[in-house]
């Protein structure tokens, strides 16, 4: 599967994948990544919430401090890739 975009090198899933978590300067940022993984564990605690016994859930202030920090780096990695690019030169 590849995917073309207007001006740019097609690129495989893989590497689009990588793609979503590089900063503006083409390195990997730590905000995508914590979100995501944040993002995965909160998938992961509802899931498993849904086949398991009321008495073995974790604590709700925990699932809810897992949610904040998500949606924070989801949060900061937006305004990251829309706020404007400062120059080095000024």
């Known amino acids: 599967m590849f995917i ?9 899933f893989k590497e689009w994948i990588i793609d979503l978590f590089k900063d503006e ?11 995501f993984i944040g993002a995965l564990f909160l998938c992961g605690t509802m899931l498993a919430n849904s086949f398991s016994e009321e008495h073995f859930k974790p604590a709700a202030e925990l699932v809810n401090a897992v949610m ?8 900061a990695d937006s305004l990251d890739k829309f706020s404007p690019k400062k120059d080095k030169d000024a």
């Open 25 to 35: 300067r083409g390195a990997i940022s730590i905000k995508p990544v914590v979100a």
């Open 4 to 12: 073309k975009l207007k001006n740019q090198k097609s690129m495989n």
């Open 68 to 75: 904040i920090i998500t949606a924070i780096g989801m949060g």
